[in-house]
């Protein structure tokens, strides 16, 4: 199992080497719908790359809920599709032209547009190894970078896209195995990275949720840090995590990296040593230590998917997880799921009805997001957050509390918050005390609104969220 992706009515996507999933033929990918398995019409077949094995080495979701996979494959659903497919939920389609060898990396960026990495041949002129779709054509960025060992995408909260390999140059600039596109020219991140046992390299990114960035692979140095394959980009330097993974074996690395629904860092690899804590081919980052999940697996890990409910896929060549039979993929869940339901109704106001969502729910020592939106321009919004449910209409709080919206949560938190484009963002922090997990709290957006003089008009308010806290 190379690669795990999520589709957005929630089914996970598996692609890798294999025939079958859960006993059905399923050439190199299958859907998993939460109780069985299931193929994408008939699979992948051939090779078009060189005499290596046919396989499917990563997974993109598009912003439509298309699925992109990237491999070693000739045909897709028996339509050629030179080393990349598109599945539309019903049939594969090729992806532009390409042709010989094969992609390791896929990425999409905010704009819409694809980004594969790898060993392939494209429409574009000189591509060198990664090149952008539109939709309608592949395109060169810059002249590419030195090798076809591409072999990971992410892009950073501003757009940038990073890509990680087996590569030195990039646009003609010396990287090291990493660099940033800034949609017109290469960039190194700090002075790249070093010291890998036979060979260095970049296997796996991921952006973490305050937006730092962090890279696994078969490394000890990064931007001149001593750093144990695993490292965090703050943006303007490298840093190390702890003592990071430890030598064991001459073939140690992290082959992949993700994030747990509360923030948490989990990496997978083919190791059994973290921070000096002993592991086995997983293992968690969590205020500033590394720690074992469960007893992790007896092979190598090489894809993980973290879901916001609370789950960890982990795909691989392990035969058991935990100590459970699982042969190549496994599921983690937690027996205390953050849970969050609708409280009220939002109002009108002299705006649109106002309309709270969750963003990120409630997870011990993580960090709870929501969003609201239809607030009036140039208002201000005070997020209130409280341990009890109210129904007080908003006159009864406030002379200019607007007639038909409602104060739902009793303000033991008040927090203003900016308001932008008519929306506003809201945050708290959850402690890390293992006696909140179960508790139960509330949160609401109550919207200041003000005239050009800055004179209050109206308190207006959204729909109240209930939430409780989960652990994972």
Do not use: K
């Amino acid at each position: 199992m190379h690669a795990l992706a999520r589709l957005p009515g929630g089914d996970v996507i598996a692609g890798g080497s294999f025939a079958s999933a859960g006993g059905v033929a399923s050439a190199c990918i299958a859907r998993w719908d939460g109780q069985n398995w299931s193929p994408l019409g008939s699979g992948m077949s051939g090779a078009s790359g060189p005499p290596l094995a046919t396989a499917v080495h990563c997974l993109a979701v598009l912003a439509n809920g298309d699925l992109i996979a990237g491999g070693n494959f000739a045909q897709a659903g028996g339509v050629p599709a030179a080393a990349i497919a598109r599945w539309n939920g019903t049939t594969w389609s090729a992806v532009g032209s390409t042709s010989v060898g094969w992609v390791r990396s896929i990425v999409q960026l905010p704009n819409g547009d694809l980004v594969a990495g790898g060993g392939f041949v494209t429409g574009a002129a000189n591509p060198q190894h990664i090149a952008r779709w539109d939709g309608s054509a592949w395109h060169a960025l810059g002249s590419g970078v030195d090798s076809y060992e591409v072999r990971a995408m992410a892009v950073l909260p501003n757009g940038d896209l990073v890509a990680g390999g087996n590569f030195t140059l990039a646009g003609g600039v010396p990287v090291n195995h990493i660099a940033r596109w800034n949609g017109t020219a290469w960039s190194p991140l700090g002075s790249g990275l070093s010291g890998g046992v036979f060979g260095t390299w970049v296997q796996s990114l991921c952006v973490l949720p305050d937006g730092d960035l962090i890279a696994g692979g078969n490394f000890t140095m990064i931007g001149g840090v001593p750093a144990n394959r695993v490292a965090r980009w703050n943006g303007s330097s490298w840093s190390a995590l702890g003592s990071g993974i430890e030598t064991t074996g001459l073939l140690t690395q992290v082959y992949a990296v993700a994030t747990l629904a509360d923030g948490d860092l989990v990496v997978g690899g083919r190791f059994q040593r973290a921070g000096g804590v002993a592991v086995e081919s997983l293992a968690r980052w969590r205020s500033g230590g590394w720690m074992a999940m469960g007893a992790g697996m007896n092979g190598n890990v090489e894809a993980l998917l973290g879901l916001a409910a609370g789950d960890l896929f982990a795909g691989g060549s392990f035969t058991t997880a935990d100590g459970i039979a699982a042969r190549g993929v496994a599921r983690r869940t937690t027996s205390c799921a953050a849970l969050a339901t609708a409280l009220g109704l939002g109002c009108a106001g002299t705006a649109t009805s106002i309309a709270l969502e969750v963003v990120r729910l409630p997870w011990l020592g993580g960090r709870f997001e929501a969003r609201a939106r239809g607030l009036r321009p140039g208002s201000l919004a005070v997020g209130v957050f409280g341990f009890a449910p109210l129904a007080v209409p908003m006159p009864a709080v406030h002379p200019l509390g607007a007639s038909g919206c409602t104060l739902w949560v009793d303000d033991d938190i008040l927090v203003q918050f900016a308001v932008g484009s008519g929306r506003v963002d809201t945050t708290i922090v959850i402690p890390p005390a293992p006696a909140l997990v179960g508790a139960v709290f509330h949160h609401q957006v109550v919207a200041v609104e003000l005239d050009p003089g800055d004179q209050l008009v109206a308190l207006t308010s959204s729909n109240a969220l209930s939430l409780s806290i989960g652990a994972l």
